[in-house]
C-alpha cells in the first residue's frame, strides 16, 4: 500500500489545493489524503474554526472519489505538529507499506524550524511540490539534509517505506486562500476558478471571512 498525505490549514480549501491533490493522485496513480490542521504551530490562527475548515474541505472532496479527508489534526489537543501525525499514520501501516508527505516550496525552506523536523524521515518520505525556481534551501543545516536524503524522480520514492525526499511540479494556479478571504472582507464573492461552489455557499451560510464578525 502507499500513502499519499496534504497536509494544510485550507482556509478556505480553494481549486488550487484541489488541483494540486488531483494532479498528485494523477501522477502516483494512489489517492491522496488531506489533512486540515488544528491548531497550526507556524502562523497566525485561522479566520475560520477547526470544524468549519474540516467542513469546507469534506464538500469540496465530496465528489472526489481520488481524494481523501483525515480529521486527526482537527481532533487532537493542542499545536499540530506534522511529526506527530505522521508518526500517528506510521503505526497504522505496516513496515514496508510506503507513506508519502507532501508540503510546499515555502513549508520545505522553513523544515528546519518544524517540531523534530529531522525525525520525519523515520516515518515518511517528503515530496515537495515545487514552484518555478530553485528549491536549494538556503539553511546550512537543512540543505545538507535535503542532499543527504533527495532522490531524482517522485516515484523513486515508491522503492522504500520512508527516508527520502523528492520534489515534483505541478499545474499551477493562480489562487490563494488570502485572496479569497479578502474578497469576503469586501463583499464579493470569488470567481468561479478560485474555489468550489459548494464551498462558497458555505462561506456564505456561516457568514465566514466578513470584516463584521471577524
Not at 7 to 12: K, L, N, Q, V
Not at 45 to 55: E, G, I, V
Not at 131 to 146: H, I, N, Q, T
Not at 183 to 189: L, R
Amino acid at each position: 500500500m502507499v500513502k499519499v498525505c496534504f497536509g494544510g490549514t485550507f482556509d478556505p480549501v480553494h481549486l488550487g489545493h484541489i488541483g494540486s491533490a488531483i494532479a498528485l493522485s494523477e501522477l502516483l496513480s494512489v489517492p491522496v489524503t488531506l489533512l486540515p490542521n488544528g491548531r497550526p504551530s507556524h502562523r497566525n490562527k485561522p479566520a475560520a474554526s477547526a470544524q468549519q475548515r474540516l467542513d469546507m474541505l469534506r464538500l469540496a472532496c465530496a465528489d472526489k472519489p481520488q481524494l481523501l479527508v483525515d480529521s486527526r489534526e482537527i481532533e487532537r489537543l493542542g499545536p499540530s505538529y506534522t511529526y506527530d501525525s505522521v508518526k500517528s499514520i506510521r503505526a497504522e501501516m505496516d513496515a514496508d507499506e510506503v507513506l508519502i508527505w507532501c508540503l510546499g516550496a515555502d513549508a520545505f525552506a522553513q523544515l528546519h524550524t518544524w517540531h523534530k523536523w529531522r525525525e520525519l524521515l523515520q516515518y515518511t518520505h517528503l515530496l515537495v511540490l515545487q514552484r518555478p525556481g530553485s528549491l536549494e534551501p538556503k539553511e546550512v543545516d537543512l540543505l545538507a539534509f535535503w542532499q543527504q536524503h533527495q532522490v531524482n524522480q517522485p516515484q523513486q520514492l515508491m522503492a522504500s517505506p520512508k527516508g527520502a525526499i523528492a520534489t515534483v511540479r505541478l499545474p499551477q494556479f493562480a489562487v490563494s486562500a488570502t485572496a479569497i478571504r479578502q474578497h469576503f472582507e469586501q463583499g464579493t464573492i470569488p470567481p468561479e476558478h478560485m474555489l468550489p461552489a459548494e464551498v462558497v455557499h458555505y462561506i456564505m451560510a456561516q457568514n465566514l471571512y466578513n470584516l463584521e464578525t471577524n
